[in-house]
């Protein structure tokens, strides 16, 4: 998500990936330059992409009725822990542009998130099995990019949740 301080258009510039007319980013940092006809403008900085991360706690409470305390423990233990390992074999391979390879695993992850919960994650993922299908190198590393930082916040999250003792 792009944040300026005040609420100002944003506009392509040939040579600049994002050139603002508002004189700071949200970090505070200033960079300006005479535009033509003596108007400031700011070179963008610093983008912190921010995204809603969705657990479902429907699906945690299946768990728990299914499995009782200590097995949904167990359960969602597992599931990070495969989740974790999966996603360190994506990683390498997607270093080594090997893609065709990562779309199973994508799914993989797709359906351990979607056990425990995980509705941002699971989303995602698919995302990201689906641009390694189709051979998107660009798409899958914005992906990646993506899944990394809702994965890090999801984690987060479950290790939170009130009923685990992880």
């Not at 070179?43 to 097995?71: C, K, Q």
Request: net charge positive; charged share 30%; proline share 3%.
């Amino acid at each position: 998500m792009l944040k300026l301080q005040e609420n100002r258009a944003t506009i392509p510039h040939p040579r600049q990936r994002f050139v603002s007319l508002d004189q700071r980013s949200s970090t505070g940092a200033r960079e300006s330059r005479r535009g033509r006809k003596g108007a400031i403008v700011t070179f963008v900085i610093e983008m912190r992409p921010s995204e809603r991360v969705v657990i479902d706690t429907a699906v945690l409470d299946d768990v728990f009725n299914r499995y009782g305390r200590r097995g949904a423990e167990d359960f969602v233990m597992e599931a990070v822990e495969a989740i974790s390992d999966t996603l360190a074999e994506v990683d390498a391979l997607g270093r080594e542009d090997r893609l065709a390879e990562i779309a199973p695993r994508a799914q993989a992850v797709s359906r351990r998130s979607a056990d425990i919960g995980l509705t941002s994650l699971a989303k995602v993922a698919r995302d990201m099995g689906i641009a390694a299908r189709r051979g998107d190198v660009i798409a899958y590393r914005a992906v990646w990019e993506r899944l990394v930082r809702i994965g890090d916040r999801s984690l987060a999250n479950v290790w939170m949740e009130p009923r685990l003792s992880l």
